[in-house]
C-alpha cells in the first residue's frame, strides 16, 4: 500500500515538474538574420562530407546563412530519419541531404516538407518527389566512363580488371558501375576483361580484405578500379602491403589528401573526384535560393553560386531537375600536391 | 518511520524507479540543450522513428531471461522484410504478404530455438551463423535492389499519424506488443518456467519443466518480434531492402540490458526493457535536437550500457544484502543458487494451483 503510495507521488512530482517546465519555456530563441540550413550526409565518418560541409559553410558566410553539419554514424537511410525530423522541429528552412537509401528517407522528407522545410538532395539522390532539386557533381554516364578511360590509359587497354564497389545497395555506386560497364563494352576495350565486382561496404577494413581476395583470386589482374574514396583509399594500402604497386594500377574515385602518399610510392597514378568543397558549396547555393523563391526547380531557372559562376537547371542522366557541378578532375603525379582536401 | 524508511529504499532499489527518474533527469537535460524538446508533437514523435528496436527488443528479452542470446534478429527481419516485398511485388495482397512475412520469422526463430535447445548447442555461436546466414540470404533474395511505393492503408501501420496528425498510430502497436508479452512473461505458467531455466536449467529440468521446448519458443517469439519490427519497418520507412535494420543490434540489446535483464538469465521485465527502450529513445532525439554529433551520441549510448551492465550487478547484489564491497561475481552466484531454488518452489506452486483450477 505504501509502495502504491509513494508510486502515485513519484508521478505527481514528475509530472507536475514537467509541466513546470513546459510553462516556464520560453519561446524567445535568438533570431539571427539569414536562413537556417541543415546539412545532412550519408554518414559523418567518411570525410568527404565534412568537405562538402566545409564547402557549405564558405557559401554559407557568403549568404549571410548558418549550417548545421550533423548525420549518423552508419551509413544507413533509416538512420538519418530522426535526424530529418528533428531539423524539421527545429524550425530550418532548408535541407541539403544525401542518402543511401532515396524511399526510406522520403515519408519523412515529405513530412518536413509539409513543416516548411526546403529540401534539396545532392550526391546520393532521393526519390524525386521529395526534394526540390537535385545538385548532381557530374554526369552518371562520364563519371562511369572517364574512370573505364583511365583504366585503358593506365594499362594500355589490356588485361582484368576488377571493380571495387561500396555497398550492393547503393544506386550511385550501381550506376557508375552500369555505365562503365557500357564504356568496356565499346570495341576499343576488347582487350580488358571485367572480371569481379567487389564490395567493401565503404568500411576501409572489409575493403582491405576485398582487396586481398581479388589479389589472390585473379593473378592476371591487371586494374583495381574503386569508384568510392574509402575503397580505394584502403586498396591502395593493401597493394602496397602485398608489393603490388605498379603491377597492379589502381583507378577510380578518391581524394588527394587520403591518396597522396600512394600516389607519391607509385601505387596510384592516375584517378579523380570533383571539388568536394565546391560541391557543398554549390549545394547551399542552391538551398539558399530554393528558400528565397528563386528557384522552384522549373528547367531552364538559372542562378549564379559566388565564385563558381553561372548554373542552369537542367536534366541529366534522365533526371530532373537537375544542378550539375561539372566533369570530374583528374589527379596525377604531377598536379596532386595543388589539391588539398 | 522506519517501516516507510525500509520502502523508500526498497522502491528506490527497484530497477523500473530508477529507470524512470532517468527518464525525467534525460527530459530535463534534453530540454535545457533544446527548448524543441518539450513541444507537443515532439514529444509525441519521439519514440516512432526507433518502434522497430523496441518491438525486437521485447523478443530478445525472452531469450535473454531465459539464459540465451539472439543476435540474428536484424537478419532474422531483413529476411522477412524483403521476403514481404517480393510477393507484395509479386501481386500478393499487402496484408497477406506482411503475414506471410512474420510467418518466415518466425520459422527462422525457430530454427535458432531447435539448434541451441534440441542439439544443445551455445546461442552465441549458433545466432552468429545464423546472424550471418540471414543477412547473406536476404540479398539472394532481394539482391540489391528496392522495393518502395507500398498502399498507404498499410504504410499508415508504421508511420500514420492521427489526432490533429500528430499521434503517431504505431505508438499502439508498441505499447500494446509491451502489454501483450508482459502479459505473457509474468502472468503464465510458460513466462514462470522462463524465469527458472534461466536461473537454472538443470534445477528446471528435475522439476518436470518441459525445457527444450520453452527454450525453443522463446527463440520462436523472438523470431516473430523480429518480424513484427520488419511490419512496423516497412510501414515507417516506406522502403524495404536487404540492409534493413543494419546498425540497429547496438540500440536492442541496449533496451533489453539497461531495462534490467540480467545478461546471465533469470531476471527481468518487460516494463524496464519498455522503459529502456523510451530513454534510449528519448536521449537520441534530444541530442539531435541539440546537434550533437552522431559519433557522440554513440558514445553516450555505449556507456549507458556498460553503466547498466555494472549498476545492475551492483543492484543485484544490494537486493541480496551482499551490498559489501567484494567478490560480487561469488555473491551473484549464490544469489542464484537461491534464486532458482525459490523460483522452482514458485513454479511448482504456480503450477499446481492453474492444475487446482
Known sequence: MHRRKLALAGVVVGATLATALAITLSAGAGTKAGYKIYFLPKTTTIPVFTQNALGAKKAAKELGDTVTYNGPTDVSGPKQVPFINTAARQGYQGLVISTPDPNAVAPALKRAAARGVKVVSYDGDTAPDSRIIFVAPSSNKLIGAIEVQWAYSETGGKGEVAILSATPTSPNQNTWIKFMKQELAKPKYKNMKLVKIAYGNDDPTESAKQTQALIQAYP??????????????????????????????????????????????????????????????????VVHNVIAGKLTGKLGQTFKAGKLGSFTVAVSDGNKPVVVLGPPLAFTPANIDKYHF | MRAVKSVVVRLLARWETLLVLAIIGAGIWSWQLSPFFLQRANLLDLLTPYIFTGLMAFGLAFVVIAGEIDISIIGNMAVSVVCFAQLFAAGVNVWLAALIGLGISTVLGLVNGTLVSVLELPSLAITLGTMAAYGGLAFVVLSGEGVASFPVHYTNIGGGYIAGNQLPIALFLVVGAAVVLGLVLHATRFGRYVYTIGSNREAARFSGIPVTRVRVTVFAISGLMAGIAGVDYVGYFGSARADAGAGSLLDVVTAVVLGGVDIFGGAGSMLGVFLAFVLVAELRNGMNLANIQGDTQDIVIGGLLLAAI???NLLRAAQAGRIRVGPLRLGRKEVVGQEAAEAVVSSKLATQNLKGR
Open chain 1, 220 to 285: 592476371n589482374l591487371k586494374v583495381i578500379i574503386a569508384p568510392t574514396t574509402v575503397g580505394i583509399q584502403a586498396a591502395a594500402q593493401e597493394l602496397q602491403q602485398e608489393g603490388k604497386c605498379g603491377k597492379i594500377q589502381l583507378t577510380g574515385l578518391g581524394l588527394p589528401n587520403d591518396m597522396r602518399k600512394y600516389v607519391k610510392a607509385g601505387c596510384a597514378n592516375k584517378f579523380g573526384l570533383w571539388d568536394e568543397q565546391a560541391f557543398g558549396y554549390l549545394a547551399t547555393y
Open chain 2, 310 to 312: 555494472v549498476a545492475g
